[in-house]
């Protein structure tokens, strides 16, 4: 079935140091793509999305883009901030269905000062 | 309120209690979502609601019941709970079309945190 694989943490950066969390998946056909973002307390955010192959994702300073040769789409930031200590999900919709997700098991990211 | 509202943010229940949690999402959606988030597990999806239809069922013990009375709104009856169930309880919400999909990005609320004694 369609699955994502992200790289484990947890991931401990430097301020202003450059952010990459990998994502891989396995998926039939080219569905959309997703990076969401936790903080601390909360529920889930939309950080990104690309809907088709080539596509580059962007907020925040974030960036993924859409690899199909690779079946990737890593998340990469420049400059990370403290108050991007989250943690992040890679995923992808499955099951045949647009409106099931399937989410990677998180990147827990702190960022010191 | 905008979004997607979740209550109570933190619930504390005894094995034999019975409680709810509450979703109700202001975006104008039509599909409504549980996920039970627990540490060092992925994100499991519970149930999915498509026009207050239920359209998945994850296998969830029948001690979890939920109930979607109109688009904007989701509850999860919790009854005779183990402690195992203690998790970070979501909603979420996206827009669908009825006998077909569309958008598929969901939106989340914040979450009830569920410790079961």
């Known amino acids: 079935g369609d699955s994502v694989t992200q790289m484990e943490g947890p991931v401990t950066l430097s301020e202003e140091a450059f952010l990459t969390i990998n994502c891989t998946y396995t998926?039939?056909?080219?569905?959309?793509l997703f990076w969401y973002v936790q903080y601390p307390g909360e529920g889930l955010q939309l950080l990104l999305k690309?809907?088709?192959?080539?596509d580059k994702g962007s907020n925040k300073g974030f960036e993924a883009t859409y690899r199909k040769e690779t079946t990737s789409f890593h998340l990469e930031k420049g400059s990370v901030q403290v108050s991007d200590s989250a943690v992040y999900f890679c995923?992808?919709?499955?099951?045949?269905?647009?409106?099931?997700?399937?989410f990677g098991k998180g990147t827990l990211l702190t960022v010191n000062p | 309120e905008t979004g997607v509202t979740q209550t109570p943010r933190h619930l504390v229940m005894g094995m034999t209690n019975k409680k709810s949690l509450k979703c109700e999402q202001h975006?104008?959606?039509?599909?409504m979502y549980w996920y039970k988030q627990s540490a060092k597990k992925p994100l499991e999806l519970m149930f999915v609601?498509?026009?207050?239809?239920?359209?998945e069922n994850n296998s969830v013990p029948s001690r979890f019941s939920p109930e979607c009375p109109n688009s904007s709104h989701l509850f999860l009856h919790l009854h005779t709970l183990q402690p195992e169930d203690s998790a970070l309880y979501l909603c979420?919400?996206?827009?669908?079309?009825?006998?077909?999909?569309?958008?598929?990005?969901?939106?989340f609320g914040p979450g009830t945190r569920l410790t079961v004694l």
């Open positions: 995923a992808l919709p499955s099951g045949g269905s647009n409106y099931k997700l399937t």
């Open positions: 979420a919400s996206s827009q669908a079309i009825a006998g077909m999909v569309a958008s598929d990005t969901q939106y």
């Open positions: 609601y498509n026009f207050k239809e239920q359209t």
């Open positions: 975006l104008g959606h039509n599909a």
């Open positions: 690309a809907t088709k192959a080539d």
């Open positions: 998926a039939t056909g080219y569905p959309s």
